[in-house]
């Protein structure tokens, strides 16, 4: 879910005055969450980069060798692996680099060795940390060991750890990892192209046109926030697959691709796209259009010179989003992907197929790039933004034309036909005994803990999660928008603590979740114990989202004057007084919206989760990808179906709250 | 706190501390079992040993396998039950487990322990290749089912071939291990290349293939044996198929993990691992186990299948898997545009 607020912080010129305790208090809070961020974010990221360029070689210097002559009794002179492969040649400078999984074959380096003959042979290593394997028993060490000719054989030399770009090198000569960047980058700018155009026809007859059920589409472009992104790709299967229904409308070609990466992200990336440009859309000056008007112009000029311009930071934005939601999402391209590489799926095959944890950082670090760099245009593209919206202007409400009301009604109709469809089709397939051979009626599927993957417990363990990730996120998250609004002073911080509240939203998270074992699992760290626990889960969650929750704390902070500050100093209230019992109750409405979003994103993540979770925390979300993975796709359909439940309850929940209670705090607006 | 509320949880306590004092030592136990046998396997222990409790800590293969070499400064686990052969050959060479002759081990068949003396591993079970050949959809293409490995080259399977794929799954891997073990590195490269030839996709998990098969979503799914009886019991028109050349396989296993501050309670358990009264559970989902003489006939299988295993080196397998994934995903990997 996307809330609106893409704003930098207007950092106005305010008088400078002495830091008071309160001040010093608030710089103090700032520290604390600053240090939040870093210890969540920044450390993590950097533990991976180093990770990413440790890497592993045959130190060939660290062997040495003995043969025995045919009596096995007489032993010849001591030689190095590293002296013996200058003469021989036996291995290559490349096949030196090697990962840490890497064995090197000891017999490489004796040209003439036979494993029945009576000759012996000794090995020892130069280092105490040169270690061979004798079939798979590990050796260290600098002992001579002796060995028949029979076992020789079996000994492997084992690579030492270094540092260097050798992985990256690997990276890139290895055509089938290498392919991946090009496929991601491809199926990002297909999806964004396509999701933009549909988000901002979609977005346009709701602000520009008097189509009916306005309210109701608005609803129900919502909904593909509300379920985890591997359910479309479920449901694509079922739809379009080999047995699907409608397997005749793709004319042969296969839905396991490009084909079901593009449609399934257009489905799960259109309501991020969608409420940015309606937000876009809809702070319009209906002067602009009785300018255009007295100036005669064409419909489709007025279009191009009023319309577009004006949403023009708001479909920037929105493309950069979807292609960072599109390029970093691991779920969809994992269920329907087939055999198309996408880099996200190849840190999970690195890492949980191979256990190539270095190779797994380096595609993280590659990942990175196109995010970051996204990022970054991004927040230069909105710097240049200006105000559109004067004190002065006039709301722009659309007049009636049947012709294009008709044309945008019918168009909302085909999308939300498409969304629902998909949904549709889950929850059949969720509660069908055996597709397409079985079409009775079922509740089988819902038995979960018959199921690999985690059963009910990962259900509440998700409910759990989410409430937990809504609390303490919407409590960090807003003090920490605060602080960074309304503290005075030590600017620096402020600016380097508003780049570290950025930074979350161009980290996929599959890199968070990397990262944090990388982080996390190491002893010598001192906040090893929460690792396995739900306490990791909730910390990556929250900061996985950070960056949109903390725009949203800071658009409705930016809407309170400064002045309450400057009355309730001069009143000589402390701050503490201020916050509680004005700033909090005024943002109220902002701090609602940061949970929901906070929960609703808890229930359906997995790339940051999915190397974090223990068997005491399994997640719903978790569950969909492995049931789905064991070819349990039907129960797969039916839990992603239980979150998409608890979310629209959660929302329901939301709404009445925000109707009743909240809009008693609010009737000042 | 009233006096009956003090009352109440007197008695709570006084009810759970004496519980408290006979389980006195706690296991925490990684495993790949499926989920559903866990709970027997715990029962069924815990029963036998009242005094050691178990912790299951269960994932996926490769999921557990990452898992333990992530933590491999820091183990978190006591003991490993139920996880593949070849991943415990890893963390052996790793250095992280501790070799124990278990009481009793001279009774199981010989492949399934670790070659070592003492050993590292002890075996529970095998599970072994086979196909899901979807005799509705085959027979509406009008196919023929194969009934050798040589059999998926033919041109008539075009496009309707599912098989793990070996950089993610175990089960992808023991195949190609199993045909480099039979035939030799090169035949096997040049069977890869046609079969390549015939496959729609690669899945990320080894009983996926045989669902998928079963759900009609392809023809013929190289998979292994469970999946197979059980997709069949749920009413999956398939057929299993045993290919005439043989079929690679591999043992799920147990071991100790080095270090564990458990180590008695430890080597109590994986003595008990190995028994006859053990085995017998294993075979429930598990058509071959380690002890010679207890496995029975699983609804849907043929009861010779441990006839049908290959000499498997699992050495040689631990030893090569890298460069062998390194040439696979060379070769095929690449290829990733979809057919059109």
Redesign the interface.
């Known amino acids: 879910m996307v809330l609106e607020a893409p704003h930098l912080p207007l950092i106005g010129k305010r008088l400078r005055q002495q830091a008071s305790r309160d001040d010093r208090i608030k710089l103090g809070f700032m520290a604390v969450i600053g240090l939040y961020l870093v210890v969540a974010l920044g450390a993590p990221l950097f533990v991976m980069l180093s990770k990413s360029l440790s890497t592993y070689r045959f130190e060939l210097s660290a062997f040495e060798f003995q043969v025995s002559d045919e009596t096995g009794a007489n032993w010849g002179p001591v030689v190095r692996a590293a002296d013996l492969n200058r003469e021989l040649g036996a291995v290559t400078e490349a096949e030196l680099s090697?990962?840490s999984?890497?064995?090197l074959a000891a017999t490489k380096f004796f040209l003439d060795f036979k494993f029945r003959s009576p000759v012996h042979y000794r090995i020892r290593g130069t280092t105490d940390d040169a270690a061979f394997?004798v079939?798979?028993?590990?050796e260290?060490g600098t002992e001579w060991r002796e060995y028949d000719s029979g076992t020789f054989r079996?000994v492997?030399l084992?690579p030492a750890r270094a540092l260097g770009f050798t992985n990256f090198t690997t990276y890139f000569s290895?055509?089938?990892?290498a392919?991946?960047i090009y496929?991601s980058v491809l199926m990002a700018v297909i999806s964004t192209v396509f999701t933009i155009s549909i988000a901002f026809a979609l977005a346009y007859g709701l602000t520009r046109s008097c189509m009916p059920l306005k309210g109701l589409f608005r609803g129900i472009l919502t909904i593909p926030i509300l379920v985890p992104s591997l359910l479309p790709g479920i449901a694509l299967?079922y739809l379009f697959?080999?047995?699907g229904i409608f397997r005749d409308w793709l004319l042969?070609?296969?839905i396991?691709?490009?084909?079901g990466i593009v449609i399934g992200s257009i489905f799960f990336t259109l309501p991020h796209a969608f409420l940015i440009i309606l937000t876009a859309l809809s702070i319009a000056d209906a002067r602009h259009y009785e300018a255009a008007a007295s100036l005669k112009a064409s419909k489709w000029r007025t279009f191009t010179t009023v319309t577009v311009p004006g949403a023009r930071f708001g479909i920037v934005s929105a493309a950069f989003v979807v292609f960072t939601l599109v390029i970093t999402d691991f779920g969809l391209p994992?269920v329907i992907g087939?055999?198309?590489?996408m880099l996200a799926v190849d840190i999970?095959?690195q890492?949980?197929?191979?256990?190539n944890?270095e190779m797994g950082a380096v595609v993280s670090v590659i990942l990175l790039v196109p995010a970051v760099l996204a990022f970054v245009v991004d927040r230069h593209m909105q710097k240049r933004q200006v105000a559109l919206l004067s004190a002065r202007a006039v709301p722009y409400t659309p007049k009636r034309n049947a012709r294009a009301d008709g044309l945008c009604f019918a168009f909302a109709c085909l999308v939300s036909l498409f969304i629902l469809g998909m949904i549709a089709m889950c929850q059949i397939a969720a509660v069908v005994?055996?597709?397409?051979?079985?079409l009775t009626l079922t509740s089988k599927n819902f038995a979960f803990?018959?199921?690999?993957?985690g059963?009910w417990a990962a259900y509440s363990n998700s409910i759990r999660l989410a409430l937990l990730t809504a609390l303490f996120g919407s409590v960090v998250v807003f003090a920490g928008a605060y602080m960074v609004e309304k503290a005075d002073g030590f600017r620096l911080g402020r600016g380097v603590f508003h780049f570290l509240a950025m930074m979350p939203m161009a980290v996929p998270g599959m890199v968070l979740g990397l990262a944090y074992?990388f982080f996390f699992?190491?002893?010598a760290n001192p906040l090893?114990p929460i690792y396995?626990t739900m306490a990791i889960l909730v910390v990556s969650t929250v900061t996985h989202f950070y960056t949109v929750a903390h725009l949203t704390a800071l658009t409705a902070l930016k809407q309170m004057d400064p002045e309450f500050e400057s009355v309730a100093a001069s009143l000589k209230q402390p701050f503490h007084r201020l916050f509680f019992r004005v700033t909090v109750p005024v943002c109220l409405p902002a701090i609602l919206n940061i949970a929901i979003y906070l929960f609703v994103n808890a229930m359906t993540t997995v790339s940051a989760v999915v190397f974090l979770y223990?068997?005491d925390t399994k997640l719903a979300s978790v569950a969909v990808l492995?049931m789905d993975?064991?070819?349990?796709?039907a129960p797969a359909a039916a839990m992603g179906m239980m979150i998409f439940y608890t979310n629209v309850a959660a929302k329901l929940v939301h709404a009445l709250i925000a109707r009743g209670p909240l809009a008693r705090t609010q009737a000042w607006r | 706190m009233n006096r009956r509320m003090l009352f109440v949880l007197a008695g709570a306590v006084s009810a759970v501390l004496p519980a408290i004092a006979a389980a006195e030592t706690q296991l925490t136990v990684y495993t790949a079992v499926e989920a559903v046998d866990l709970d027997r396997y715990k029962a069924t222990f815990e029963k036998a040993h009242p005094d050691i409790k178990i912790n299951w800590v269960r994932d996926s293969t490769g999921v557990m396998t990452a898992k333990l070499l992530a933590e491999k400064d820091n183990p978190q686990a006591d003991v490993v039950w139920g996880l593949a052969a070849t991943s415990l050959l890893l963390l052996k060479t790793e250095g992280m487990l501790e070799p124990y002759q278990p009481k009793g081990v001279e009774a199981l068949d010989p492949k399934f322990v670790d070659k070592d003396t003492p050993p590292s591993w002890v075996g529970m079970d095998a599970y072994v290749a086979a196909l899901c050949y979807n005799t509705v959809e085959g027979e509406k293409l009008g196919l023929t089912p194969p009934t050798s490995w040589k059999d998926l080259t033919k041109p008539e399977y075009r496009g309707h071939v599912v098989m793990p794929n070996p950089a993610s799954s175990g089960t992808g891997f023991l195949d190609v291990s199993g045909w480099m073990q039979m035939w030799g590195e090169e035949k096997a490269w040049d069977f890869m290349d046609k079969l390549h030839q015939n496959i729609s996709a690669y899945t990320h998990s080894g009983s996926k293939p045989c669902k998928m098969a079963g759900a009609g979503e392809a023809v013929i799914g190289v998979s292994f044996e469970f999946p197979g009886a059980k997709a069949k019991s749920a009413g999956a028109p398939i057929d299993i198929i045993f290919p005439a050349e043989g079929s690679g396989w591999e043992a799920e296993a147990t071991a100790i993990i080095a270090g564990t501050a458990n180590l008695e309670a430890a080597k109590t358990l994986v003595d008990w691992s190995v028994t006859k009264e053990a085995n017998e559970m294993y075979n429930a989902g598990y058509a071959v186990v380690a002890y010679p003489g207890v496995a029975k006939q699983v609804e849907h299988l043929p009861d010779d299948i441990a006839s049908r295993m290959i000499v498997n080196d699992f050495e040689w397998a631990a030893n090569n898997r890298a460069e062998i994934l390194k040439e696979w995903q060379k070769r095929y990997d690449a290829k990733s545009e979809p057919k059109s």
């Open positions: 090697s990962n999984d890497g064995r394997l079939g798979s028993t590990l260290k079996r492997v084992r290895t055509p089938a990892l392919q991946s496929n299967v697959g080999n047995q042969g070609y296969s396991y691709g490009p084909i994992k087939g055999q198309y590489g999970y095959k890492v949980i197929g191979q256990q944890f005994k055996f597709w397409p051979y079985d803990d018959l199921m690999d993957g059963g074992i699992n190491n002893p090893h396995g223990s068997t492995n993975d064991a070819g349990d796709i």
